[in-house]
């Protein structure tokens, strides 16, 4: 019991982009009934995941975490989950196969319902409402019973959380999964080159997979797959309650995900997001953008990897792609410095937002492609193992992105446009996406 932690001590401490419930009895009642709800994902599990991001850091894997910048739940369902979970499963299959490198899957998903934004509230016509949080927290429709935050929500969060879950293990196990089936993961989504790409890697490894199969080799790793989950971890009514202490060890684990990531602007040394998450066991993400300083790293790792302890610490960086060769280097000098051996992840989306003309929140796949080449070049320099990709993506065929070998334009994002918060990759992007970062992966190890 010697691990035992305060999981509270974040309570004195500043907790920023936390919403303003209105009422606090009602918040209480639904904290008593998460905290009597089951646990998502299970230490073991988690344990297990950490181990993979072990291997990862230590350059003997590549991470690939896929999906919405904000999950709903009206698009929690059957079909779009599903052509979530393929569009990583098809990325996957194109960077193991260019790399020879095990790919570690995990979602974006159950659980990626709320959000920091830059201001509380939002205007619109004259009218004030607070700022659309999550689903988690507040409807994104602009009338006052929407956007009032409403404790329920993170009810339906948990529940929304169990059921995506639920179907993604189901596939995972229930022969979705199968390398036998990866021509089956292409079907259902519109001819283009990149999908004509994939059937030729898909064919190669058909012919694999029947060689291995006529000298015998039966192996569970071809017929089930691990699907790991993650999300930003900002909610404390949310966490906290869904946070459990293991009776036999006294190890505490954040039961809502496999991965907890810290938010770019929660990442204060002195806050609420960064204390909480130094008491559990989970792997964490840190995302780091341009103004972050080698003092911030230092110290982070102190804070949340004090052991240095293997597939603990991930960086994902974020930093933009006109910035990243600039601001990158030093990061990664102290990670060195520290000998910490963390995974350093490129998050090429988060730096690169733009708007356009016509009034959309966007990002160009040429800047995002830049950013990750970029992430690459200051990793060889560093001899450090460019170990993930961090990725917004839908398996739809979205118009929210530019460019692309559709060269989706402005005028294209009229189409299509269905995000609520940032723009994301659609299908082909993410595919074509996957066998550039695979040329790269190629390159790097050569
Ligand atoms: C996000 O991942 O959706 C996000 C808000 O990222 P960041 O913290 O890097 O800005
Ligand atoms: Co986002």
Redesign the pocket.
Known sequence: MSDLKDLDSFQKLEALQQPTWPDQDHLERVKQTLSAMPPLVFAGEVDYFKSKIAEAAAGRAFLLQGGD??ETFVDATADRIRNRVKTVLQMAVVLMYGSSLPVIKMG?MAGQFA??RSNDTETREGITLPAYRGDAVNGFDFNEESRVPNPDRLLKAYNTSASTLNLIRAFNSGGFADLRAVHEWNKGFMDNPANAAYENIAADIDRAMKFMEACGVDSAELRTTDFFVGH?GLLFDYERPLTRTDSRTGKSYVTSGHFI?I???TRQLDGAHVEFLSKVENPIGV?L?PTATKEDVFQLIEKLDPNREPGKLTF?S?MGAAKIRDELPRLMEATNEAEALPLWVS?P??GNGITTANGYKSRRFDDVMEEVKGFFEVCRALGVHPGGL?V?LTGDDVTECLGGSDDIDEADLEQRYETV??PRLNHKQSLEMAFLVAEELVNFRR
């Open positions: 910048c904000a974006r959000k920091p930003e990531w938010g770019e602007r995302k953008g994902i974020r998050d989306m988060h961090h917004e918060v940032d």
